[in-house]
């Protein structure tokens, strides 16, 4: 007799040392649930034709073919591109995914998007690792859905396995000052970062929502996938709540 579970597939960039160690351990103990990784390559976050060639649908989408061939029940892109290249790019390529393997599919920045509806929030503090330029058409875009950044902080790195060496220590620090400004919600917004280590921590600490994108993009993953995604409550609010989709 097969062992029924649900399996997990995510897109991943490949100089991302993050999001694959930190999605096992959060599945670590979850029963029937397990993720898998398809790569394709990307090196550097910035606003030049070259960075941002490396998320043509057209090498991510083979990605994802290769997840079906593992017959999973859900589609992940785990990476925040969308949020300087526009939110439709990734409603875009979910419907791409879809129609090529009949599996549903989400994107880490619309997972974050659905997270802070979710919860109700008003004053979203935004963390990142990016530059300049690259946080403020974030913000842009995410004030395009209605989610204008109320407070942020950022690191103008470029490099993106340098994202993947920022400690969690200092992660907490920018999620400490956003909230000191008055966010109500601190989003982490990098699959390279490890804020999921300090998430739940950091919400009983500041009794403020965290959204980690590694998180979120898994609490999203596991309900279109059908699972409950209560069995990971422990990794913060967001897991005891339902997405709400516009």
Not at 79 to 101: E, F, K, V, Y
Not at 183 to 203: F, H, K, Q
Not at 224 to 242: E, N, P, V
């Amino acid at each position: 007799m097969s062992i029924l579970r649900k399996r997990l597939g995510m897109i991943t960039p490949s100089s991302n040392s993050v999001l694959e160690p930190v999605t096992s351990a959060m599945l670590h103990g979850v029963d029937g649930v397990t993720a898998h990784f398809s790569r394709f390559r990307v090196t550097e976050i910035a606003l030049d034709a070259a960075a941002l060639s490396q998320f043509d649908a057209s090498v991510m989408l083979p990605a994802a073919d290769l997840l079906a061939d593992a017959k999973v029940d859900a589609i992940a892109w785990n990476g925040t591109s969308a949020s300087w290249l526009g939110i439709d790019r990734d409603r875009s390529l979910c419907q791409a995914i879809t129609a090529r393997t009949g599996v549903p599919a989400t994107t880490s920045t619309l997972a974050c998007i659905e997270a802070a509806r979710t919860l109700g929030t008003k004053r979203v503090g935004l963390v990142s690792p990016y530059t300049d330029d690259v946080q403020r058409r974030i913000g842009d875009v995410w004030a395009e859905e209605g989610i204008a950044p109320h407070a942020e902080r950022h690191l103008g790195l470029r490099d993106n396995f340098s994202f993947g060496e920022v400690t969690p220590a200092a992660i907490a620090d920018m999620v400490r000052a956003v909230a000191a400004e008055g966010a109500d919600a601190a989003v982490i917004l990098c699959t390279n970062l490890d804020g999921a280590a300090v998430a739940a921590s950091l919400e009983q600490e500041l009794d403020i929502a965290v959204l980690d994108s590694v998180a979120v993009t898994l609490w999203r993953a596991v309900g279109l996938a059908g699972s409950d995604t209560r069995a990971l409550a422990r990794w913060g609010r967001i897991f005891h709540a339902a997405a709400v989709i516009r």
